[in-house]
């Protein structure tokens, strides 16, 4: 058995040593072939996860854009309508005091009556004017008489005097004394005149045709005009409303349009559906450096008495304007800290379908649409309902509107 083993072993050895070495270039050939099939296996498993990174970084760019629906900006009316409120006033409007002290005799209107120019109002009565009245005629005619004999005496002394039976100084003296007393005539007529005044202001009439607002009196009540420094007492306040006075704020945009003669219409919520013609009849010319509005009057035909001063109105201005104003929708409005914006529709340099926000001025806005004065084109591609995250330049993907009138299957499924 051992010879065996030591036979196959010496047999072995004979053929290991009949065997060539394996030369440098073969080698270098084997090591080749082995590179370039790992390289096979390894591009054959990494290209293909490569491009399918590349497809779903680009499928969730297209997933991110969110869906938007644009429409071309519309051209609105060659006529722009703002609704403004205004307050109504009466066209003069007067509280009535009195110009003389006494006791209130009688009254003749209330409240709400209407009233003449020149119809009496009320009656005051005066009794210390009416005495001081008669005291000054009773000084009148002393002032006269007194006049009288000093012109008298100055006469007699000029004609004496070039018989020299009076001196020079005299008859100057006279002649003087004869000029203070017809002074103090004229002064004691100023003074009747003057009580004669007061005494007509016993009666109190209307200044103007109007309706009596209110009566602040009552009969026996003392009067007071505050000539006297105290207090003076309004008797009566008068209103004439045959033509009142609608004044209204217009804002600047909207101030060269606004034409003095141009009709405006007014409503009322205590009259709906009912429309008020007035016009306008003067502007102040001059825009309010704090609201930057216009303050326009307008006045209204109220010999009807349809209105009341002192109420509330809305304002319709129709405005022709040169160029009509494009609409958008009012949902396609984003509210931002930099101003109001348009989100519409553009073009990336590489072809992108992207959002652009554009800074916009408003006009007239009815709750659906709203007016764009500034900022907008006609071939501006809006986007009705923007993302409150949408910014500049961001990627948008835009879609088709679906038709409203689309018809529902028998299933509920649209066709």
């Known amino acids: 058995m051992d010879q065996r083993l030591q036979e196959e072993m010496k047999q072995q050895a004979d053929n290991a040593s009949k065997q060539r070495p394996i030369s440098a270039r073969t080698a270098i050939v084997g090591l080749a072939l082995l590179l370039i099939v790992a390289v096979v296996i390894a591009a054959v498993g990494i290209v293909p996860r490569i491009h399918a990174k590349k497809v779903l970084a680009a499928d969730t ?3 991110a854009a969110p869906d938007v629906v644009a429409s071309v900006a519309q051209p609105g009316t060659p006529v722009l309508d703002i609704v403004l409120p205004g307050n109504i006033y009466a066209y003069t409007d007067s509280p009535i005091y009195s110009r003389t002290d006494g006791y209130l005799q009688k009254w003749y209107f209330d409240i709400g009556a209407r009233v003449h120019k020149g119809d009496l109002l009320a009656t005051i009565s005066t009794p210390e004017v009416d005495q001081q009245l008669m005291q000054a005629r009773a000084d009148l005619a ?13 006469n007699r002394y000029q004609e004496l005097l ?10 100057d003296t006279v002649s003087s004394t004869s000029e203070a007393t017809k002074s103090s005539v004229l002064s004691s007529q100023a003074n009747v005149q003057r009580l004669e005044k007061l005494q007509s202001f016993e009666n109190l009439y209307a200044p103007f045709d109007g309706v009596v607002t209110a009566r602040n009196v009552d009969i026996g009540q003392l009067i007071t005009s505050g000539s006297n420094g105290g207090a003076a007492s309004q008797l009566f306040h008068m209103a004439a409303v045959n033509t009142l006075r609608i004044y209204v704020a217009v804002p600047q945009a909207y101030g060269d349009a606004t034409k003095i003669g141009m009709m405006v219409d007014l409503t009322f919520n205590e009259y709906p559906g009912k429309k008020f013609q007035a016009r306008v009849v003067r502007t102040s010319k001059y825009v ?9 009057e307008v006045d209204y035909d109220n010999r009807k008495n349809l209105l009341t001063p002192g109420s509330y109105t809305e304002v319709h201005f129709h405005l022709k304007s040169g160029v009509p104003p494009l609409t958008a929708p009012a949902s396609a409005l984003m509210f931002r800290s930099d101003g109001v914006r348009v989100a519409t529709v553009g073009e990336s340099q590489d072809g992108t379908t992207i959002a652009k926000l554009i800074p916009v001025i408003l006009g007239n806005d009815d709750g659906r649409t709203v007016q764009v004065v500034h900022g907008l084109d006609a ?7 923007p993302p409150d995250s949408l910014v500049d330049d961001e990627p948008v993907h835009l879609v088709k509107p679906q038709p409203s009138n689309q018809t529902v299957g028998r299933n509920g499924d649209r066709p």
């Open 142 to 154: 002393t002032a006269k008489t007194n006049a009288g004999i000093a012109s008298v005496t100055a």
């Open 61 to 63: 760019a297209a997933l």
């Open 288 to 296: 309010d450096p704090t609201s930057r509005t216009l303050l326009v």
């Open 162 to 171: 070039p018989s020299a039976a009076v001196s020079r100084q005299e008859t």
């Open 379 to 385: 071939t501006s591609d809006v986007i009705q309902s």
